[in-house]
């Protein structure tokens, strides 16, 4: 008897395990099918470059609906989660996350040009054997930062939603050179007099260009939240609101999820197909191995120890935890369109408090590059040994400091790294159009690389948590005590699971999962 109540019992958790993690399950399998379908397609069918673009249709589906709730679950998210911490603890929280994005980013960064200064990918090619795909991007270094602070300050809110301030240089025209006519010198003396002092000036031209400007929109809400969380009674329903919004965009990214494993699976076959030039991966092997081996380290050992440090728990549980965000930032390769998902696995599976996630993931996903910090001084260092350009002490800190800032100023979409790469290539003086070279291996590295900060974004909130855990507790028991506060935490009793409570928050629960320890040390 006891032997089938064990045999029972284990059925009932299989079941449990399976009911849990279908998703993650049927997504994982979506990867493998799909990466068997692209082979069997690329050698077996002759597909034109029209259907090609056809075969991957579900595939698009899938991006445009995850990036559809991007804009929503920002908006609501950053002004909800600002508004239910007061000013003091979300300029702390917001310190914190700072910190640690900064931290992370240069240490991914020396990590970085340790190993492909010990490598040395490029000493053993040179530039001539590997094929140039693509164009390089036509971007200054001051230009770029400037836009960066002009994109934090949006003119029109509305368009902001779909377009990005991006700045143009044109040319103005030489002033025309009078000569005198009195005295004429020789007519060569007046050309090379002519020619050396013309200098090249130019006029910027404000242009926009396609996508969300997701800074500009985190900057509005960060201060539209904190106004609403100060103007009390008034700003409750606009809370309750934006608290309403982000709960019906969850509600839609759990049935967008439900598609996710039909729409990974075309989208891998579909890029599979699209490959033309395998050949490039053996030539680039060395430099491939350098980036990934260098993610690898940062992602297993580095972030890890950080969190292990700091929350004193199991950091590999953690990354289970949110092993649906990662795999899905593998596959559609931008954070901004991981999101949704990070919200979700960040909240359910590693139980974050909501206020966190809410404050802390939408900045990670715009600013914490630490993948792609990584990746441009590997890239910028292989570039140098590719032209047998030897870099002294100061270059290398120029690089260091120019791929963090840079990787900062890249925003969450698709190959943004390829336009900070040039700025990285710039500040040291090496040829900006050499960036073509990396490009035809940058779609697949792009992809391990966005799973490493959208990890590094969800260790973040880990760690943001367990540091501001005493003034969320403060937060707690002050208002339990204030009644008046219309903010006030209520506590209500949660219908599925009665043994744990949730607080409400200006309107939006926020649950608790971890029981409140109140210790000698606490003001009250």
């Known amino acids: ?128 054997h590997i094929d140039r795909t693509g164009t390089t991007p036509n971007v200054t270094t001051v230009d770029t930062l400037l836009d960066l602070i002009r994109n934090m300050f949006p003119e029109n809110l509305v368009q902001s939603c779909f377009q990005q301030y991006k700045t143009k240089r044109k040319e103005l025209d030489p002033p025309k050179v009078i000569v005198n006519a009195t005295a004429i010198p020789p007519l060569t003396t007046t050309i090379m007099a002519a020619m050396e002092n013309i200098t090249k000036d130019y006029k910027i031209i404000g242009t926009y260009s396609d996508g969300i400007n997701v800074l500009g929109l985190i900057v509005f809400c960060v201060a539209f939240g904190l106004v609403i969380g100060k103007m009390g009674d008034k700003g409750r329903i606009l809370l309750e609101f934006f608290d309403a919004l982000n709960e019906a965009t969850m509600k839609l990214v759990q049935i967008i999820m439900c598609y996710m494993p039909v729409g990974i699976l075309f989208l891998i076959a579909a890029k599979i197909i699209e490959v033309e030039d395998w050949e490039i991966f053996r030539k680039m092997g060395l430099y491939m191995v350098t980036v990934l081996s260098g993610l690898a380290i940062h992602a297993t050992i580095c972030l890890p120890l950080i969190f292990f440090v700091i929350v004193r728990k199991n950091p590999y549980t953690f990354t289970l935890g949110m092993a649906q965000a990662l795999v899905t930032a593998l596959m559609i390769s931008s954070s901004s369109a991981t999101l949704p998902v990070t919200f979700r696995c960040a909240e359910e599976n590693n139980r974050i408090d909501k206020r966190i996630t809410r404050f802390v993931l939408p900045v990670g996903a715009t600013i914490n590059m630490d993948g792609t910090a990584l990746y441009e001084a590997v890239a910028a260092i292989f ?79 880990g760690i943001v948590q367990k540091l501001s855990k005493r003034e969320l507790e403060r937060m707690d028991l002050t208002s339990d005590v204030d009644v008046a506060n219309p903010f006030a935490l209520e506590a209500t009793l949660d219908d599925e699971e009665c043994e744990k409570k949730s607080y409400v928050n200006g309107g939006f629960t926020v649950d608790k999962t971890d029981a409140i320890s109140f210790t000698e040390t606490s003001q009250f």
């Open 383 to 461: 570039i140098a040994q590719l032209n047998d350009y030897a870099l002294d002490v100061g270059q290398i800190v120029t690089i260091s400091i120019t791929a963090t800032v840079a990787s900062i100023g890249a925003a969450g979409v698709p190959n943004a790294g390829l336009v900070t790469m040039v700025i990285v290539l710039t500040a040291v003086g090496l040829p900006a159009s050499d960036v073509t070279l990396i490009v035809a291996v940058d779609w697949l590295l792009d992809r391990f690389r966005t799973m490493i900060n959208v990890l590094g974004d969800a260790y973040g909130a």
């Open 1 to 128: 008897m006891d032997m089938m109540g064990k045999k029972e019992r284990r059925g009932v958790n299989f079941k449990g395990l399976l009911k849990r993690n279908w998703l993650l399950i049927a997504t994982i399998i979506s990867v493998l099918l799909g990466i068997s379908l692209g082979v069997v397609v690329r050698e077996y069918a002759s597909l034109s470059h029209l259907h090609k673009q056809y075969f991957g249709f579900p595939g698009e589906i899938l991006m445009r609906m995850l990036k559809l709730v991007i804009l929503p679950l920002i908006i609501s998210s950053m002004i909800t989660g600002v508004a239910a911490l007061d000013s003091e603890v979300s300029g702390k929280i917001g310190l914190r996350a700072v910190v640690y994005y900064f931290s992370t980013t240069i240490i991914a960064v020396i990590l970085g040009i340790i190993l492909v200064m010990t490598i040395k990918p490029g000493v053993s090619q040179t530039a001539d």
